[in-house]
């Protein structure tokens, strides 16, 4: 298994990230572009190069959390599936081998009853969009072997799982599964995952604290932390210690090293 951390707010720079990665015993930054420093304008594929070259880790990416791919705007959806793409041309020259993502909602109705999500109501044109997203990252990818992961967010709407289906019958589709998001929902994503296992290859491992406080350090919360990591060695997936702050993370990398 190899095991990362990802870009924390009190961390500005990628030497700051590849540092702190290198003194809990990392080997690896998932470079997270909701960030400004981390849009694919801005990032310099040479200078990223030279950092992992100099700290010896590796990258992975998560991709922008607003990411509507299946917009009914048709600009606007192009301009996220291009982007993307711009994405996996950096990702090959600085061979990352996983680009996150999360299967987003979008925006829905509320009426007196019920939510009703556009999505869903609109099913045939958001599965278009997403196939063509599909097909447009499965063109950029190549025989690369980057994975596109889809990640578990706050539980997998019904409307969502056929089109998450046809997304990994490409071979550069993958999931990520967070189980500290899966915790958080009664485990309602768990089945989900493991019905599609073979198809696992990222994973977001943090505590859970109180049923819903979740990205706290490992082993400060009630989540059986054993369970996954046996999980992920068993698949052969990459792990994010995926908490939010500079004492989580190396406390949950003390924890992974007396227990692992």
């Given at each position: 298994?190899?095991?990362?951390?990802?870009?924390?707010?009190?961390?500005?720079?990628?030497?700051?990230?590849?540092?702190?990665?290198?003194?809990?015993?990392?080997?690896?930054v998932e470079?997270?572009?909701?960030?400004?420093?981390?849009?694919?304008?801005?990032?310099?594929?040479?200078?990223?190069?030279?950092?992992?070259?100099?700290?010896?880790?590796?990258?992975?990416?998560?991709?922008?959390?607003?990411?509507?791919?299946?917009?009914?705007?048709?600009?606007?959806?192009?301009?996220?599936?291009?982007?993307?793409?711009?994405?996996?041309?950096?990702?090959?020259?600085?061979?990352?081998?996983?680009?996150?993502?999360?299967?987003?909602?979008?925006?829905?109705?509320?009426?007196?009853?019920?939510?009703?999500?556009?999505?869903?109501?609109?099913?045939?044109?958001?599965?278009?969009?997403?196939?063509?997203?599909?097909?447009?990252?499965?063109?950029?990818?190549?025989?690369?072997?980057?994975?596109?992961?889809?990640?578990?967010?706050?539980?997998?709407?019904?409307?969502?799982?056929?089109?998450?289906?046809?997304?990994?019958?490409?071979?550069?589709?993958?999931?990520?599964?967070?189980?500290?998001?899966?915790?958080?929902?009664?485990?309602?994503?768990?089945?989900h995952i493991?019905?599609?296992?073979?198809?696992l290859h990222?994973?977001?491992?943090?505590?859970?604290?109180?049923?819903?406080?979740?990205?706290?350090?490992?082993?400060?919360?009630?989540?059986?932390?054993?369970?996954?990591?046996?999980?992920?060695?068993?698949?052969?997936?990459?792990?994010?210690?995926?908490?939010?702050?500079?004492?989580?993370?190396?406390?949950?990398?003390?924890?992974?090293?007396?227990?692992?």
């Amino acid at each position: 298994m190899r095991f990362g951390m990802p870009t924390l707010i009190e961390t500005n720079t990628i030497e700051e990230c590849a540092a702190l990665c290198v003194e809990a015993g990392l080997s690896f930054v998932e470079m997270n572009m909701n960030l400004p420093q981390y849009q694919v304008q801005t990032m310099d594929a040479a200078h990223l190069k030279a950092v992992a070259g100099a700290y010896g880790i590796g990258y992975t990416i998560h991709l922008d959390e607003n990411m509507n791919v299946a917009d009914f705007n048709p600009d606007v959806a192009a301009a996220y599936r291009n982007s993307v793409v711009q994405t996996i041309e950096l990702a090959k020259r600085l061979e990352i081998p996983v680009l996150n993502m999360h299967l987003i909602y979008g925006v829905y109705f509320t009426l007196p009853d019920r939510k009703v999500y556009l999505f869903e109501q609109y099913r045939e044109d958001y599965r278009d969009n997403m196939l063509r997203f599909r097909d447009a990252c499965q063109q950029a990818i190549g025989g690369s072997g980057i994975r596109v992961c889809v990640e578990n967010w706050h539980g997998y709407r019904p409307w969502q799982l056929g089109i998450l289906d046809e997304m990994l019958e490409s071979p550069a589709f993958g999931l990520t599964y967070d189980v500290g998001h899966n915790h958080c929902i009664g485990g309602a994503d768990e089945p989900h995952i493991f019905a599609r296992l073979s198809k696992l290859h990222h994973m977001h491992l943090h505590d859970v604290r109180d049923g819903t406080r979740d990205h706290q350090a490992l082993g400060t919360g009630e989540l059986d932390i054993h369970k996954y990591l046996e999980l992920a060695k068993e698949r052969d997936c990459s792990v994010v210690v995926e908490t939010k702050t500079i004492e989580g993370l190396k406390e949950s990398a003390r924890w992974l090293h007396r227990n692992l």
